[in-house]
Each structure stands twice: as structure tokens, then as C-alpha cells.
């Protein structure tokens, strides 16, 4: 894949005095493992912007499911950080086109405002309402043959694997998910199991066998359920969507396995990039799992 070109300094710091001053929209209250995730989207995207520049004659887009209001603060440290809408408008390389998904009417206003005020070159679409719902819509915004990047931070199991096929179906889209093994399905898989309809079979895909195949597991302790789940749902997006080189990597809080960040491309090459980025961790303090 050749060296991936980096930039000479870390700009999270930069990023994140763009932010510092409080400019009277609303923000998302976070945990440190928030910044974390978001610090590491931004690696990727600094990196992959900058690398595939002259590989990708088409450019690159970038879609978010969960906008947010494009900044967050750290309850633990009391600062305030750029949220992914705002990582994107200032990517070293501007996106061919930036589109976000944000469900409720004023986080996507607060959204709006700092995406008008950002100085991106990008032109930018922000669409209120549910991502299962609008990702259609979204997904007419990205202009054809280009690379897109993806990015899907839900709070929980609300992204149906439907929607995941309609973006990433015909067309070359890389993607970060969050996937929450720890906090939800954990907790929550015996009543998953029983129910005829469930949020994880939404997530999974209703064409996912994972109740026949959970019946084989014997140790259905907390480890086994994160391990097999993630399985579960990795095998989907190879199988069902083609996606041939996955990484998940385990966030970890209070000494267990928080979520899943579950990368995907098409690509080795994108490979590179997210293992390029997981290699600086924010102040050395991350919680991550290898």
C-alpha cells in the first residue's frame, strides 16, 4: 500500500481550542471514552483524506448518522471537543460533500449553525430525522464513484442493518460503528432472545441465524456474549455486505469491555489507515482492547 502520509504535528489540541469559547448553541455531555472514540475518528480521517487525495480520481464524501450538535464536552476534564460534523468540515483535505443525520430538531440546528460558521469548503447537507428512515435521502446527497467515509455513533442498538445495506450496497463506503456489546446486549441478550422482534435482530439483519447459533454456546458468561455477538455481527457485514477486512477493537471502562468499534472496508488499504490511527492514543490514556 506504499507510506501513509501523515501530517508533521497532532491537531487535536488545534481542534479543540477552535471550540474552547462557548458560542451559545447546544452541546453534548460526555464521558473521556467519547473523546477517546472521537479523537480516533479524527486520526482516521486526517490520515485517509491526506492518503487517498491522488488514489481516489473521484474524492472522497463523508456521512454521519448520529451528528450530534457538533461539539462536545468532557465531563471528567471540562473540556469542550469538536463532535464528527466538525472533524469532517475541517479535514485536511476537504470532502467532496458532507452529509449528516441527526434525529432530534435542535441538536441538528446547533449542528447547522456551526457547519455555516466552520469556514468549511465542503458543501454540507444536515437532515433531521431518524437515520433507519432518511438513509435514503442521505445517501442520494453523495455524489456516484466516490469513496465515502462513514461514520455510525449510536447510543444503542438503534442502527437496523437495513440501513447499513442501503449505504454501503453499491457503492465503495468504509465504516466506523459503534457497536454496544458491553452496555446493551450484555445486559439485555436473554431478553433479546425471547422476544419475536428484537433490537438485535434489527441490528443483525433478519436474515441472521444468531438465536440457532447461540444455542451451541455453553459459557454465556460476559465475555462469551461480547465475543459472540461481535462475531455474529462481523460475519453479517462479510457476508451480507461484502466487506472483506474488519477490525474491532474493544473500548474499555472501569476494567470491562465498553463497546465495539467495528471498522470495515473494502480495502486493505483502508486497513492501514484505521491501524495507523490506533496507534496514537489521546494523551496515552485510551482504554483500548487489541
Not at 476534564?77 to 441527526?102: H, T
Amino acid at each position: 500500500a506504499g507510506k501513509i502520509p501523515m501530517s508533521n504535528h497532532d491537531r487535536w489540541s488545534e481542534l479543540c481550542q477552535r471550540v474552547a469559547k462557548d458560542d451559545g448553541h447546544l452541546i453534548r455531555r460526555a464521558g473521556p471514552w467519547t473523546e477517546d472514540k472521537v479523537y480516533l475518528w479524527n486520526r482516521y480521517i486526517e490520515i485517509t483524506t491526506q492518503g487517498m487525495k491522488n488514489a481516489w480520481k473521484d474524492g472522497l464524501a463523508y456521512i454521519d448518522l448520529f451528528a450530534g450538535p457538533g461539539i462536545c464536552l468532557n465531563e471528567e476534564s471540562g473540556k469542550r471537543f469538536p463532535g464528527s460534523p466538525l472533524l469532517a468540515a475541517w479535514a485536511p483535505v476537504p470532502f467532496r460533500n458532507i452529509v449528516v443525520i441527526e434525529q432530534e430538531q435542535t441538536v441538528a440546528d446547533a449542528c447547522r449553525a456551526r457547519l455555516e460558521s466552520s469556514g468549511t469548503t465542503s458543501p454540507y447537507e444536515v437532515i433531521n430525522g431518524d437515520c433507519n428512515a432518511k438513509i435514503q435521502e442521505a445517501v442520494a446527497q453523495l455524489p456516484p464513484g466516490v469513496l465515502t467515509l462513514a461514520f455510525i455513533d449510536p447510543e444503542g442498538l438503534q442502527v437496523r442493518f437495513e440501513t447499513l445495506a442501503s449505504l454501503a450496497r453499491s457503492r465503495r463506503v468504509d465504516l466506523l460503528i459503534l457497536f454496544p456489546v458491553g452496555y446493551d446486549i450484555v445486559r439485555n441478550i436473554r431478553l433479546y432472545e425471547i422476544q419475536d422482534v428484537s433490537k438485535l435482530d434489527r441490528a443483525l439483519g433478519f436474515g441472521s441465524k444468531w438465536r440457532d447459533n447461540w444455542q451451541e454456546v455453553l459459557n454465556r458468561d460476559a465475555a462469551k456474549v461480547i465475543e459472540f455477538i461481535t462475531g455474529e455481527y462481523t460475519a453479517r457485514l462479510k457476508t451480507e455486505l461484502g466487506y472483506e477486512v474488519l477490525r474491532d477493537v474493544a473500548v474499555i471502562h472501569r476494567g470491562k469491555v465498553f463497546y465495539k468499534l467495528v471498522y470495515a472496508s473494502m480495502h486493505e488499504r483502508g486497513l492501514d489507515f484505521w491501524e495507523k490511527a490506533l496507534r496514537k492514543e489521546r494523551g496515552g490514556q485510551m482504554g483500548l482492547g487489541f
